[in-house]
């Protein structure tokens, strides 16, 4: 990538109703439309296909697709937004703009993502302690007598 140029990232969603062949005919759309506005592509990556958290015109699976490229003229940016707005195919896109990252960067933050998870469920195992049956019948029994002694006090006996 250029020194000029500031650096963006573009994630969009893409319908679950395309298949991955179509998908790639989607991508290349998008890389066609960021190279014709001046971009030059970087790293991206296919997210995979991933429930979204609400459904968006009645569509509840998509595609995510990342794309990070640098680009020296800020004006396009709108351009590019707008026509990915306006498709039909695409269902969200962001924009944003990010610090410049290499691959390596990227991988290893990837790892220590992926450790940090296996560590926390590690942890999490770890800390839950099985229940012993006797300890719920204690419960049980502790509560049964609480209700048991608020009746016997009460004047409202029969």
């Given amino acids: 990538m250029s020194e000029n140029g500031k650096n963006y990232e ?18 290349d759309k998008v890389d ?17 296909k991933k429930k979204l958290a609400y459904p968006i015109n009645k569509v509840a699976h998509g595609y995510y697709v990342m794309v990070e490229f640098e680009l020296a003229d800020v004006a396009a940016i709108n351009i590019i937004n707008n026509v990915l707005r306006l498709d039909k195919q695409i269902l969200r896109a962001q924009i944003i ?31 839950e302690k099985p229940v012993k049956k006797t300890e719920i019948k204690k419960a049980i029994f502790k509560n049964l007598d609480e209700k048991l002694d608020e009746i016997l006090k009460t004047d409202d006996l029969v």
Wanted: charged share 40%.
């Fill in 32 to 48: 066609a439309l960021l190279a014709k506005n001046g971009a030059v592509l970087g790293y991206q990556e296919f997210l995979g």
């Fill in 10 to 27: 573009l994630l969009y969603i893409v319908s679950n109703q395309y298949t991955e062949n179509e998908l790639k005919e989607i991508k």
């Fill in 97 to 127: 703009s990010k610090k410049k990252i290499t691959e390596e960067e990227i991988s290893r933050q990837k790892r220590e993502a992926q450790e940090e998870r296996g560590e926390l469920a590690k942890e999490k195992i770890a800390e």
